[in-house]
């Protein structure tokens, strides 16, 4: 079975920067992504990689984040620099699940960390 775990969220003031991780263990990957929601707001793709190769980001995070995958060490990794407090959310990583893709109900989600950035 997949098993997945973030770590990594925390407290930081705006322009700070965390790098979230996730372990990745029991099955082959080539999509991945982090999702993120905020209280009150719908959840919302923030990057992802497919194909292991591609990767594309929500415009607001572009340049700021960086998707990233150690398919050595199983870990997927979200570098996240120059935070804002827009950025306050908790923070999943998710896998597609043998036909439920990714970001569905059904796909592999992990129990979230949050992320806080706050003055």
């Known amino acids: 079975q997949v098993q997945l775990v973030e770590s990594g969220g925390g407290l930081v003031q705006p322009g700070g920067s965390l790098r979230l991780a996730c372990s990745a263990s029991?099955?082959?990957?080539?999509?991945m992504g982090w999702y993120r929601q905020a209280p009150g707001k719908q959840r919302e793709l923030v990057a992802f990689?497919?194909?292991?190769?591609?990767?594309t980001y929500l415009d607001s995070v572009k340049g700021r984040f960086t998707i990233s995958w150690d398919n050595a060490r199983k870990m997927m990794y979200l570098q996240m620099v120059n935070l804002k407090p827009e950025d306050t959310a908790i923070y999943y990583c998710?896998?597609?699940?043998?036909?439920?893709?990714?970001?569905?109900?059904?796909?592999?989600w992990g129990q979230g960390t949050q992320v806080t950035v706050s003055s």
């Open positions: 029991g099955s082959m990957f080539r999509t």
């Open positions: 998710n896998f597609p699940r043998d036909g439920h893709g990714l970001g569905t109900v059904n796909s592999y």
């Open positions: 990689i497919s194909g292991l190769d591609t990767t």
